[in-house]
């Protein structure tokens, strides 16, 4: 049984290049979230979906994050233009529908290093 | 603001002996409280939840407890084993939404 797949593992690139981070979530889960993981903030969620709908955008730090899911087994972040302070481990998640203490399955996570 | 707080970034226990992590929550309508485990270079892993109508729950080595009227619960484990040796987050979810609020993390390690 598949868990929660992230690539890539590992990025690195440099200032201002584009990055492209990619999810695919278990079968049959109807929720989707992205977290990012740092040292001074801890676990923080960017954003999460519902049915491939985004529900709630309000930890998007800005402009230069966008997410999309365009369907049930997919979903991206996107940071454009990347920058130095974007360095982190972003994690995706997923859960079935249900009351809000059904747990949320993590991928292994994406470490972004921008140079 | 810092809705759920884990105040001991780490923790070390003998093997054999009780681990005891903390966590602090400051919203009442909280319904949810999960703990996760994490190893490195690994996504965090449920371990165990509560429900805020109920004060226990166990599983096996681990159980929590939850005090509402604090706004505290604990997790312990007993016996602790070298493999328990992990960062532990605490979660808490529901007050009107499907997002988990996390805490910082404990640092568990767990020595023979």
């Known amino acids: 049984d598949a868990g929660v797949i992230q690539s890539p593992r590992h990025e690195v690139t440099e200032m201002g290049q584009e990055v492209t981070l990619r999810c695919k979530p278990i079968s049959g889960h109807d929720y989707l979230f992205w977290y990012r993981q740092t040292m001074m903030r801890g676990l923080e969620l960017l954003i999460y979906f519902n049915n491939n709908v985004p529900i709630d955008d309000s930890g998007m730090p800005e402009d230069r994050f966008s997410a999309k899911m365009p369907n049930a087994s997919f979903s991206t972040l996107k940071i454009q233009p990347s920058e130095p302070r974007d360095s982190a481990v972003y994690f995706c998640a997923s859960r079935s529908t249900g009351p809000s203490n059904q747990p949320q399955h993590f991928g292994d996570g994406t470490r972004l290093s921008i140079l | 603001d810092q809705q759920v707080k884990q105040n001991s970034p780490s923790l070390s226990v003998q093997e054999g002996r009780i681990s005891i992590l903390n966590c602090d929550y400051t919203n009442s309508m909280f319904d949810y409280f999960l703990w996760y485990k994490k190893y490195p270079a690994e996504g965090p892993t449920f371990l165990i939840s509560?429900?805020?109508?109920?004060d226990k729950n166990e599983d096996g080595r681990f159980t929590v407890f939850l005090n509402k009227s604090a706004k505290h619960l604990s997790l312990h484990i007993v016996p602790s084993q070298p493999g328990d040796s992990a960062v532990y987050f605490c979660?808490?979810?529901?007050?009107?939404?499907?997002?988990?609020?996390f805490g910082t993390g404990t640092r568990l390690q767990v020595f023979p």
């Open positions: 979660a808490a979810s529901g007050a009107g939404t499907d997002k988990l609020i």
């Open positions: 509560i429900s805020s109508i109920k």
